[in-house]
């Protein structure tokens, strides 16, 4: 019953319900069908510990779509964040993280967790694997005026927050948060893999720099632009390099036949 019920909710209030590892648990198992479900109140149940944490990893990898989840005045500690890290690994609705720094109990630890969860510069694949949907975290809202009072409006408050981790739930932001995590966290893109594919890949080198290299990141910092189009032209010119002579080829190519065309008194310019 609990079950069929859960596929029409939009919200869950358990808030100050002295809630532990064992009901959170059942809690979890009963939502994972929800397929409304938009916001989850958990805030001030003390008891649940890394424990219960770790079984919300069922919701975020489920049907579910999940954006705001509260966890606010809890002793959430660096074990708890890992667990929610590790459940949120491929989580792709999650926006708001709500939870009270000062109190939350994570120290260095866990908000390494947290950068590495949003930005993991070990490779380029992984980065563009990480997490790119979680857009807060922290306890900056306030209340809307939704006639039900449930509404909350988000505002882009990072306090106590590490800037290891507020700078990229800031890119997360922008529509080519992927790119641009990667433009700024490797500098030097390995082109070398694509040589394969010879000219036919320069077309398609430029015009993936163009989401960022073209564009200001609205939440970067104005140098930011710039750099990214110092890397295409870097990319570009490393590309080239290593294979000289099918440049020279194909623009020895492209003169002869505009020369072809002047012959042939063509009305189109070469």
Avoid at 90 to 111: C, Q, R
Wanted: glycine share 8%.
């Amino acid at each position: 019953i609990i079950r069929v019920a859960a596929l029409h909710l939009e919200q869950v209030f358990h808030d100050d319900d002295d809630l532990d590892d064992e009901g959170l648990q059942t809690l979890v198992a009963a939502l994972t069908n929800a397929t409304t479900l938009r916001n989850m109140h958990l805030s001030r149940n003390r008891s649940i510990t890394a424990a219960g944490l770790r079984a919300l990893s069922q919701l975020f990898s489920s049907a579910c779509p999940l954006e705001t989840l509260f966890l606010e005045d809890m002793n959430i500690g660096d074990e708890g964040a890992e667990a929610l890290v590790d459940g949120l690994r491929g989580n792709t609705t999650l926006k708001h993280l709500v939870l009270t720094p000062d109190s939350a109990g994570i120290t260095s630890t866990g908000w390494t967790a947290f950068s590495r969860l949003l930005c993991d510069t070990s490779s380029i694949n992984n980065t563009y694997r990480s997490n790119h949907s979680l857009e807060h975290i922290g306890d900056g809202y306030y209340n809307s005026s939704n006639p039900d009072g449930s509404g909350k409006l988000f505002r882009s408050c990072f306090r106590g927050i590490p800037p290891a981790v507020s700078q990229y739930l800031k890119i997360n932001k922008e529509n080519y948060a992927a790119k641009i995590k990667i433009g700024r966290c490797h500098p030097d893109i390995p082109v070398e893999v694509f040589f394969g594919y010879k000219l036919k890949f320069l077309p398609l080198l430029v015009s993936w720099f163009v989401g960022f290299g073209t564009r200001k990141c609205s939440n970067c910092q104005n140098s930011t632009t710039r750099e990214f189009q110092r890397r295409e032209l870097s990319a570009v010119y490393k590309f080239i390099r290593g294979m000289p002579m099918l440049a020279v080829d194909g623009q020895m190519r492209l003169k002869s036949s505009c020369g072809r065309k002047r012959r042939g008194e063509s009305s189109r310019q070469c």
